[in-house]
């Protein structure tokens, strides 16, 4: 009953930037696990960046550096700012939390968001 709702993408120059946001139906100030995945045509899923509850972040290895990942408790929500974007970043990007319980575990899925590097 979990549901988050993405917006932000759209079509960037390649050098330009984007920000990404992710807005829960519910506070995430106790979730273990926020990031953001994405998947490129023809390609597997892969995680871009994560957020975890003990403040760690880690990123991609072809977005360190240029890809920020942030949080804000008080908006129920998460952000993926990204910079110099480059034409290879061209993928839908999904946000996604998890929640860990003693007796189980809650995973949910934002719907997608296109974003497109293109000249």
């Known amino acids: 009953q979990v549901h988050l709702v993405e917006s932000g993408g759209g079509l960037v120059q390649p050098g330009g930037s984007l920000t990404l946001s992710c807005a829960a139906s519910?506070?995430?100030?106790?979730?273990?696990?926020l990031a953001w995945y994405r998947q490129a045509p023809g390609k597997d899923r892969e995680l871009v960046a994560r957020?975890?509850?003990?403040?760690?972040?880690n990123y991609a290895d072809s977005v360190k550096g240029r890809f920020t990942i942030s949080r804000d408790n008080s908006q129920n929500a998460f952000y993926l700012q990204m910079d110099d974007l480059r034409p290879e970043d061209t993928a839908v990007y999904y946000c996604?939390?998890?929640?860990?319980?003693?007796?189980?575990?809650?995973?949910?899925w934002g719907q997608g968001t296109q974003v497109t590097v293109s000249s």
């Open positions: 996604y939390a998890l929640w860990v319980a003693v007796l189980n575990r809650d995973e949910f």
């Open positions: 519910t506070s995430i100030s106790r979730a273990n696990v």
């Open positions: 957020v975890s509850s003990s403040r760690t972040k």
